[in-house]
T-cell receptor, first 111, second 111 residues
């Protein structure tokens, strides 16, 4: 059974610092890995999707890497802003096209 | 496009009552999903559908039923609500192994 872990569970940084969010998964047989953002009381917004054949994906200040063999992905957010405060979730798309989610990392960027 | 919409946004039930949550998508997606999100448990897949007229069980299907009579709609039913079903319910849709798009969620409280 696929298990996805996100460490740390919470993170607080001053504005301007780079954010590094980690995600690990136990089964490397995946189609892709997605990173989502969730604001309090809201739904999930897709940030990046990395196919299993890719090593990284970039969108603006966001960069996500994937090392399938070691079961790890990292989301980097450059030059953090208070508006980046949210919970970030990673999800692995495996057998049957079903997502398995990590528990999320709650990020607070202090002005 | 409205994307993925969910009805209702909030609901309070008494133990033993029944209700149906409606999910609608206007992106012509084949795949649709129902998740629940609980503190400390992350998002877990309840049921999903790979096309009109099909349904399948996810990780936590007990106490729920689903139907996909039309491609754009996916219904989640609770026949006899229990306090353990107090949660936030999210619907999502997608194409094959592509990004999943999430609705805004339904907050359900069972007393």
């Amino acid at each position: 059974k696929q298990e996805v872990t996100q460490i740390p569970a919470a993170l607080s940084v001053p504005e301007g610092e780079n954010l590094v969010l980690n995600c690990s998964f136990t089964d490397s047989a995946i189609y892709n890995l997605q990173w989502f953002r969730q604001d309090p009381g809201k739904g999930l917004t897709s940030l990046l999707l990395i196919q299993s054949s890719q090593r990284e994906q970039t969108s603006g200040r966001l960069n996500a890497s994937l090392d399938k063999s070691s079961g790890r992905s990292t989301l980097y957010i450059a030059a953090s802003q208070p508006g980046d405060s949210a919970t970030y979730l990673c999800a692995v798309n495996g057998a049957g096209n079903k997502l398995t989610f990590g528990g999320g990392t709650r990020v607070l960027v202090k002005p | 496009n409205a994307g993925v919409t969910q009805t209702p946004k909030f609901r309070v039930l008494k133990t033993g009552q029944s209700m149906t949550l409606l999910c609608a998508q206007d992106m012509n997606h084949e795949y649709m999903y129902w998740y629940r999100q609980d503190p400390g448990m992350g998002l877990r897949l309840i049921h999903y559908s790979v096309g009109e007229g099909t349904t399948a069980k996810g990780e936590v299907p007990d106490g729920y039923n689903v139907s996909r009579l039309k491609k754009q709609n996916f219904l989640l039913g609770l026949e006899s609500a229990a306090p353990s079903q107090t949660s936030v319910y999210f619907c999502a849709s997608g194409r094959d192994t592509d990004t999943q798009y999430f609705g805004p969620g339904t907050r359900l409280t069972v007393l």
